[in-house]
């Protein structure tokens, strides 16, 4: 008896692209805006977006109309806007706090915060702090208690990625996609970006590393 020779190819298990980091640190204008909108539709469909604009100095009406809509059209599932000061939190449309000179002032933050930006969780070291990811668990865990569909942890302004930091991010990744969420783990240093990626993270966290210089405009 002949047997014929089966004809099916094995499908090579495709992995998910790490995100695409453009960071801005210009003043967001309509000129900016169109220019980052025009780098994104050149990207593939598939790819993950995340516009930094934690360095911007401040924005005008017309960038953040520009950056808002080309959001919408593309998904936020695909684009992630992070930016954690006044100006950023304006810009994605959450309430603006106008500082009244008879108000009290707020209490300062320090330490891990969580910031929440649309559905989405920022997990950062609080305005001028610079932290160990020792204590990330506990905030951690809060941050994926949110009804949010992804998590963003910023280890900018972090001494290091500690092995119990390695630890509690390995265990988000796992918790995150039991909970349905997706996790993005940005400005990562390239040792930390590599013990990450030995740590076998769910494949709905994606690991952005430090970006690599000046975005040109």
Known sequence: MRWRRGTHRATAVRTAPDPVVLPVDHVLTRGVATDLTGQIERLPTDARVIIDLTGIAGFDTDGATVLLDL????????VTIVGFRQAAARLVGTATVDTVATAPAPPAEHGWVIRRLRNLAVVQPADGDVLSTDDLEPVLTRALAEEVAIVVVDLRNTTELTTAGLH?????????????????????DAPAAEALRRAGLSATTYVAPEPPGELAY
């Open 71 to 78: 959001q919408d059209r593309v998904g936020h599932d695909r």
């Open 168 to 188: 509690a991010l390995t265990f988000a990744s796992s918790a995150a996609a039991v909970r349905g969420q997706e996790m993005l783990v940005v400005n990562v």
